[in-house]
């Protein structure tokens, strides 16, 4: 064989110096082309992410009786265990565009705990297929016999609109036309306003009752055994330390289990998969209540869960929470999950036929409250904030609820009790509204103080003729345990004949609860303006003032605007006042809230007439004079003495 040679040294010095750039080039392409692919490789994650969805799913229409699967919820801490389900049959056409699944809980743990509150949403499969969300249930019915709603009706509410509440045209707790209810004294004597507010029931899921029928049930043994039966929404199961919830609940369709939700329980956004615990924060901050269900669905950070309403807002901005459960609790009565609520993670953005939808990571839009409460013995004061959801109808009971908390924190939730408050609402694009009042009672009831404080915050959040919004809130509370109300007895004057300018000694006589009567005495001034004739000198309690006004002029309780409403609320008295009024009967005109008495003879012959189209419109007393003195007392009642205004001196 002919021997190979070397190359010169120069020769390959040459050969590198030729090939270099070539290399250089080749090494260029290759980094570029892995760019590319990555590029590419990230679009396609995206997309996959953003467009498909994150489990497969199995259209309704391919759903038969008779097929078994799993269902996934959590009953202890947080991690999903599996039940066995096998279906039932599927009930068509329960509402328009609503189709349910009916099934049988095959699991032994179905068999011991049934179907629990809190198990809304636990999402169901066949062939590891995602058909829907377990939602219907026999509550505190041993078989476990329930209802899922079909996923694919729970994705159309990830494409609903972000609609926002109307300014004007709804009708809130006033009519919108300042028609509606008339004032009135409630079973404790209390003076109410006329506010329309829904019954408490109207509160929860707003989800139809599945009934099986002959038709479903014909030709199908699996469900022919369950002719006529009647299965509700499963309710959520609500965790707080409030003593108010538990009544509440029920009537919200809710089930309150008591359990604490303050335990620092931390959950990572990441964490979270279809059968875990999540619910809706109502209140966070010193005080949490929670409405607890199970995710059914998450791709990304976008998640359905329930299978039907929570409280029907629609387009909502909800805190979102995860939690923990400690155990199922089975009854002959109702059958829960008691559970503890994380901290929130993320926002729930619809709350609307057939489920609840949202985004993990984002951040609610809620109220901020502060609360002070001050001890009248001890003189200590305490602060509490609270942060709370954004609902017309909702918050002022959740308002209510905090309050009672509060005095509950205190240890003041027990036999006699006065609590004064204060009240400031901040309002968006308006004057703050402030509102004191007090309330007495012999023994502390939660139902008649939240009646009481509610009232203006449904007032002024659930208007009808605006949509306010409220930037904070003030509460201010100073609490007694004692007893500080009085019946007025007596009124008496020095003289009853008196003439303008001059002036009247009243002694007005009191009795407080559990003490001997007293004498309260006061001076008042007739004004200078006052005709000659007959009048009424009176004296009223907070709650009998405002009735009285209502029977003389109906006109000032019909507000026809956002300020009519305010007025009203400012206007009125509080319990720890009396007012001495004096008036005289004659028809007077109105407009609107205003009072008009110097009309000629001849137009109030006409607005006194009952063939006049305007007679609600007049009052049948001119009020001459009004004086309002503080008390010590929560005073009730109504007295009055007849007097005669003397012509003026010339």
């Known amino acids: 064989m002919p021997r190979s040679r070397a190359l010169p040294l120069c020769l390959i010095r040459k050969y590198q110096e030729v090939r270099r750039p070539s290399f250089r080039m080749s090494v260029g392409r290759r980094l570029g082309s892995v760019v590319v692919i990555c590029v590419f490789c990230w679009a396609w994650f995206l997309v996959t992410n953003v467009f498909a969805t994150s489990v497969e799913i199995m259209p309704l229409s391919e759903v038969k009786a008779g097929m078994t699967g799993y269902c996934l919820t959590a009953l202890k801490g947080f991690k999903p265990e599996r039940l066995e389900i096998k279906i039932l049959g599927v009930l068509w056409g329960v509402a328009p565009r609503a189709n349910r699944i009916l099934f049988e809980g095959t699991d032994k743990t179905f068999k011991r705990f049934g179907i629990l509150a809190g198990m809304s949403g636990s999402p169901c499969y066949i062939d590891d297929k995602l058909i829907g969300a377990l939602s219907y249930g026999w509550i505190g019915e041993k078989e476990p016999i329930g209802g899922i709603t079909p996923i694919e009706e729970m994705l159309r509410v990830l494409k609903a609109p972000v609609v926002h509440s109307a300014t004007r045209g709804a009708a809130g707790v006033f009519a919108a036309d300042g028609s509606g209810m008339s004032p009135y004294l409630d079973e404790n004597g209390r003076f109410r306003l006329p506010l329309k507010l829904p019954p408490l029931n109207g509160f929860g899921q707003h989800d139809v009752d599945l009934v099986v029928s002959e038709s479903a049930a014909s030709g199908n043994p699996l469900l022919s055994r369950f002719l006529g039966a009647r299965l509700r929404p499963i309710p959520l199961s609500f965790v707080s330390s409030s003593a ?63 299978g039907h309403p929570s409280f029907g807002g629609g387009s909502v901005s909800y805190p979102m929470c995860s939690g923990i459960v400690h155990t199922g609790f089975p009854s002959y009565i109702y059958n829960f999950k008691i559970s503890s609520s994380s901290q929130p993670l993320g926002v729930i953005t619809q709350d609307r036929y057939p489920a609840i939808a949202g985004k993990i990571g984002a951040k609610a839009d809620t109220l901020p409250v502060d609360l002070w409460l001050t001890g009248a013995q001890s003189g200590r004061t305490r602060k509490f904030h609270f942060e709370m959801i954004r609902n017309k109808r909702l918050t002022p009971l959740l308002l209510g609820l905090v309050a009672d908390y509060s005095i509950y924190a205190c240890q003041h939730d027990s036999g006699e009790i006065t609590i004064d408050w204060n009240i400031l609402m901040d309002v968006k694009k308006h004057e703050p509204v402030r509102i004191t009042d007090s309330l007495s009672m012999p023994q502390y009831s939660y139902r008649q103080f939240m009646t009481s404080l509610t009232e203006p915050f449904a007032a002024v959040i659930d208007n009808g003729f605006e949509d306010v919004r409220l930037n904070r809130i003030e509460m201010k509370l100073r609490v007694s345990q004692s007893t500080d109300t009085a019946d007025i007895l007596s009124i008496d004057v020095d003289k009853k004949r008196v003439r303008p300018g001059e002036s009247l000694e009243l002694s007005v006589g009191v009795l407080p609860r559990a003490q001997k009567e007293r004498t309260l005495r006061f001076k008042v001034t007739i004004p200078k303006s006052c005709q000659p004739g007959p009048a009424e000198l009176m004296v009223f309690g907070a709650d009998a003032y405002q009735m009285w006004e209502a029977m003389r002029a109906k006109a000032k309780f019909r507000p026809q605007n956002y300020k009519d409403v305010i007025d009203m609320l400012v206007e009125a008295p509080n319990h720890r006042q009396l007012l001495v009024v004096l008036a005289r009967r004659r028809f007077v ?62």
Request: glycine share 10%; hydrophobic share 40%.
């Open 244 to 306: 108010g919830l538990n009544g509440l609940a029920s009537k919200l369709g809710i089930m309150s289990v008591g359990a604490s939700s303050q335990s620092p329980i931390h959950i990572s956004p990441e964490q979270l998969k279809p059968g875990c615990p999540l619910g809706e924060a109502l209140v966070t901050g010193d005080m949490d209540i929670a409405g607890m269900g199970t995710m059914t669905y998450r791709d990304g950070d976008v998640f359905l869960a329930f």
């Open 589 to 650: 005109a109105m407009r609107g809230r205003e009072v008009l008495p110097d009309l000629p003879a001849s137009a109030r012959a006409v607005l006194s007439s009952a063939a006049s189209s305007e007679t609600r419109d007049r009052a049948n007393f001119e009020v001459l004079q009004k004086v309002v003195f503080k008390s010590d007392f929560n005073l009730s009642g109504k007295k009055k003495v007849r007097v005669r205004i003397k012509p003026r001196k010339l």
